[in-house]
């Protein structure tokens, strides 16, 4: 089984795309298609991409959401699995297909780092753990789209299915507003956390996480 160690600098000076599933990417989809058609990025995928585009890696994280939509996860793509998915939920939803495993410790207090195969700090989202992977990797360029924040659409539009938190079609019930803002100012600060490690990355579509928004390149050269 295939580990982490084994993909470290395997795309070094590459420019990475990570691919979040926040409903902009719904919106700018022509955007972002024209971005990857012109820059030719590494694509990295988090979570239920619904076959809007196939990733070069594949990342999962949680439980749950491997296990209602890992059957949409496309053979061309290279799978990463956190060390915290069950085997049992793995081998009822890839069955005996490839996978990296992810080794992490993860959790609010652990620092940032990378030793000996094992991913630390506490990432709080998958998309977060996929700028780290793209770091190992050895990315020269680190770009996010979809990374919208609990917070960037208001809690009764997506109670009430005027705006939707995720691009593909999902029934979804947000959190209270309150614990809305206490997500996005934890993800925040864990995102603080990984440029403080050293880890430039830039998010290109609207986010609440202004601090790290640079719109301008995904219209960059158009």
Request: charged residues 25%.
């Amino acid at each position: 089984m295939k580990t982490i160690k084994d993909l470290i600098g395997k795309e070094k000076s590459k420019s990475v795309l990570i691919l979040c599933t926040g409903s902009t990417v719904k919106e700018k989809k022509k955007d972002i298609d024209a971005f990857i058609e012109k820059e030719k990025p590494i694509l990295i995928g988090v979570n239920n991409l619904s076959g809007f585009w196939i990733p070069d890696y594949h990342i999962w994280t949680n439980n749950g959401r491997f296990r209602t939509f890992g059957k949409n996860i496309n053979s061309k793509s290279t799978l990463l699995l956190g060390s915290n998915i069950s085997l049992k939920v793995i081998n009822n939803t890839i069955g005996a297909r490839d996978y990296v495993v992810l080794e992490r410790v993860d959790r609010e207090g652990v620092p940032v780092d990378y030793r000996n195969g094992i991913i630390y700090g506490y990432h709080r989202t998958v998309g977060c753990v996929a700028i780290t992977v793209s770091h190992l990797l050895g990315a020269k360029e680190i770009n996010v789209v979809g990374m919208d924040g609990h917070t960037l659409n208001s809690y009764d539009d997506v109670k009430d299915g005027r705006k939707a938190h995720h691009f593909y079609n999902e029934k979804y019930t947000p959190y209270s507003p309150e614990i809305r803002i206490k997500k996005d100012e934890i993800t925040s600060g864990v995102l603080q956390s990984l440029k403080d490690y050293g880890i430039d990355f830039n998010i290109i579509t609207p986010t609440v996480f202004k601090k790290f928004y640079n719109g301008d390149k995904l219209y960059k050269n158009k």
